[in-house]
DNA sequence: AGGCGCTTGTGAAGACGTGCACAAATCGCG
DNA sequence: CGCGATTTGTGCACGTCTTCACAAGCGCCT
């Protein structure tokens, strides 16, 4: 389920926090959701609490990292070192939360060479050669959307099955192979959207606005701040 | 509907291939869904493309962006000058569809004053004064999680009633605020879990892996590539 | 003018996710 | 040892989303 990550964050606050156990209430808070959706999706964990008292804090956390395969450190390629790869680059998140850059690339032969936090921008073109020594099963995508295609095609053919792709474009990869989009301009048009919706129901608050400007059949967003999919 | 900024860059794709119609196979492909679901969509919008022939490009742009309410170009304001909010504040993503990077500011004294791409870094504590003089409805906040909430407040204090949110935490914010959140990690822990979940696959491709691997009652996943919720 | 092929729009069925409400289980205390 | 407070795990019902399949409509060609 795409809310684990979630839980697991939660998870590790409350641990740092000092909680030894947590109830499924405390968790659903702290993670932002249902109570019942969360105890609901740690049943299909096989995972169990104790009833009367709550989640072992510790003994959660190992089974969703297991679940989730974070018990192995896995290595990530970053290709496309422009204005965002570079702050991917430098993000500690992915450091902090499980994962390993092992390698940058970059089509640009002005970029190849430079140093971002301890890596050396490599060119495209030895992606087989760095794939041939570490096992990189995950690939980010920061080009423009023009090159984004091309790259995700090299990345499958070097075997890797998981892209994470900021580009906004579709990509079309073989079957087995996992992509997950992130379009930050869509995240603002999906507010955007919100805020047109808003702004003609407070103009218009018994119609619902004009049948274009809210949608006919109204509509109606409920739990935001869940931009999980799949 | 969460898909529509995807269908409209789409669009605009064909657009500048000189497509004046397509047909929703045609769109569908281009967005990456299906022929059926995209149809559903824009039928609730109350466009109607012609039968026989498909829907008008330049026409059906015009409606998805007035439906998404971006007509206007909206003012935003980005809050944490560091790693990730450098490279948004960069990002010409935002300026290209349909927003316009009105302000950024830091807490940081130390990043106050730095100019990033024709724009001034400003204190925290002077964005009463901003918001007076512009009207910004939505509010991007890349700090560090432990400032997350406080930035959301100050935000919502003045008059930002919705909030992009990349700080790995959970916003609490009064009703008619809407919070999207877009946690890098967890991105990428997703991806890590289909990568578990395949390698235990085959591995054991008669039982599906034991029942921690993957999980009990399986998790097939179909169609990925779609990160939008809500 | 008429028919044919193509495409939209939509009714209906099915899958899926969500939330309620309650039984089962555990702990602590008298 | 037993009882009550508390919390998990889950059956059930409901609403939403998805997909199929097809009728209605439009343009083009003869």
Redesign the interface.
Known sequence: ??R???Y???LHNLAETGHETISSEGLAN???VNSAKLRKDLS???SYGTRGVGYDVGLLIE?IE?????TQR?A?ALVGVG??G???A??D??A????RIAALFDADPGRVGEEINGLVVRHIDELPQVAADESI??G?IATPAAAAQQVADQLVAVGV?????FA????SVPP?V??????????????????????SLTAFPTTGGS???A???G?V?T????????
Chains 1, 2 share one sequence.
Do not use: W
């Open positions: 389920m795409a684990l990550p979630e697991l964050r939660a702290a993670a932002g299909q964990l096989g089974q297991y679940v989730l395969g974070l896995r990530v204005n965002l570079h702050a991917l430098g993000y998140g992915f902090t939360r499980g994962f099963a995950i980010v099955t998981s892209i994470l792709n906004p474009c579709v990509l087995g996992d992509v997950r989009k992130v379009d930050l301009a869509i995240e603002l048009q999906i507010l955007s959207f919100h805020e047109h919706r808003k702004a049948a274009l400007t949608l006919p059949n509509f967003v739990e935001s701040q869940e931009a999980i999919g799949t």
